[in-house]
Structure formats: structure tokens, C-alpha cells
């Protein structure tokens, strides 16, 4: 089956520092590949996909690239701020349109 | 366009009772997703409705456990006799019928089990 394995956290870091959070995924088929944050007390945003190899997803400064080779979906960001803190997960959308979910990320970025 | 909705937003049930959790989905989205999030743990998929019909359920605890997504109205996620490991967020997503079957997430409902 589909399975998601996603970088323990928690991640800490000072305002301004570079962010990656690793994915990598198991797939059938040729899924689509998400990023969303959950912000305390509050559902799931997305915050970017990525729909075929080698597509790159963006959004609010964050990137992921959809590696096939590497069955990997890393989020990255240049310069982070105290209200990026939040957890992050990593899913994937395989055929049977239900999404498979890492373990999420808590960051906490300090001022 | 107003987001997916979930209400309550929290309940709480004692052991026994029932739970009733309800989501109206996105307009234009015919697509019903609920996923559970226990504490410390990651979403897990429960099930998958279209109007009027259970999609895949493979998610879904084998007893106590019942949803429905009626023609008219919101879907609804019924739990029966609930036990204390029922406490969790549950969350609703929807999606249109074509398109990238990007789901868009409610804020949740949050179920304590005193």
C-alpha cells in the first residue's frame, strides 16, 4: 500500500534560517504529492502540490520538487519566520482519491 | 466562496452516548472525505462519499462507526456507544467531481470522551 514516511520533529529554529523538512513516499501508480500546514487549534491548509515528476510546487516562499527517482517531496524554505511555526505534513493522492499522510512536523521558529 | 464547514466544533460525549459529526462541503464539491487525527498520531483516512453513496469505507472501524452523505443536506459521521479512544479531531475534506481531486480541509471537529 501507499505510505509516507516524514521527518521526526520537533525542528526548532532562530527567524530567518533555512528550512527543510524531508519526505519520501511509497507509491503505486503515479500519485500527486502535497504539503499542508495545521495551524494550532485549526484544520488542514494546503500549502502546496506537486501533480507529476519533476514538477516543482510553491507557495508563500515555500518549494517542494517531485523527485520520482528518489521517491521524495523535501519542503524547503530560505528564510523562515515565527509565523511559519506550525506542523506540516506531507500526504500523497494515489488512485483511490484517499490521501495517505505522514506523521506531520512541528516547527517552531524563534525571534 | 465559503470553505468547508464542520460543526460542532468540539463535543463532548460521555462513554456510551453518541457522537453525531456533521460537514457541508464546499459549493460545487460533490466529493466527502473524513479523516481522524488521534493525539500525537498523523490523519488516517476513514471514508470516501459521493451523494447517496459510500465510495470506499476501507478507513472506517468495523463497528459503532457510520457515515452518510444524503442527497440533500450535510454528511454525517455517526458514532455509537462511544469509548475514550474515540477521542480525537475528526476532519472533512471535499473535492469536485473533475479536475486535480484537490481536497480542501474543514477546521474540524474535535470529540472529547469523558
Known amino acids: 500500500g501507499n505510505s509516507v514516511t516524514q521527518m521526526e520533529g520537533p525542528v526548532t529554529l532562530s527567524e530567518e534560517a533555512f528550512l527543510t523538512i524531508n519526505c519520501t513516499y511509497t507509491?503505486?501508480?503515479?500519485?500527486?504529492l502535497f504539503w499542508y500546514v495545521q495551524y494550532p487549534g485549526e484544520g488542514l491548509q494546503l500549502l502546496l502540490k506537486a501533480t507529476k515528476a519533476d514538477d516543482k510546487g510553491s507557495n508563500k516562499g515555500f518549494e517542494a520538487t517531485y523527485r520520482k527517482e528518489t521517491t521524495s517531496f523535501h519542503l524547503e524554505k530560505g528564510s523562515v519566520q515565527v509565523s511559519d511555526s506550525a506542523v506540516y505534513f506531507c500526504a500523497l493522492l494515489g488512485s483511490a482519491r484517499q490521501l495517505t499522510f505522514g506523521s506531520g512536523t512541528q516547527l517552531t521558529v524563534l525571534p | 466562496n465559503a470553505g468547508v464547514m464542520q460543526n460542532p466544533r468540539h463535543l463532548v460525549r460521555r462513554r456510551g452516548q453518541e457522537a453525531r459529526l456533521r460537514c457541508s462541503p464546499m459549493?460545487?464539491?460533490?466529493?466527502v472525505y473524513w479523516y481522524r487525527q488521534l493525539p500525537e498520531e498523523g490523519l488516517k483516512f476513514m471514508v470516501y462519499?459521493?451523494?447517496?453513496?459510500?465510495?470506499?469505507e476501507s478507513g472506517m472501524p468495523k463497528e459503532r462507526f457510520s457515515a452518510e452523505f444524503p442527497k440533500e443536506g450535510p454528511s454525517i459521521l455517526r458514532i455509537q456507544q462511544v469509548v475514550r479512544g474515540d477521542s480525537a479531531a475528526y476532519f472533512c475534506a471535499s473535492s469536485r467531481i473533475r479536475g486535480t481531486h484537490e481536497q480542501f480541509f474543514g477546521p474540524g471537529t474535535r470529540l472529547t470522551v469523558l
Open positions: 507509491a503505486t501508480g503515479y500519485p500527486s
Open positions: 462519499l459521493q451523494k447517496e453513496n459510500i465510495i470506499d
Open positions: 459549493k460545487g464539491h460533490s466529493h
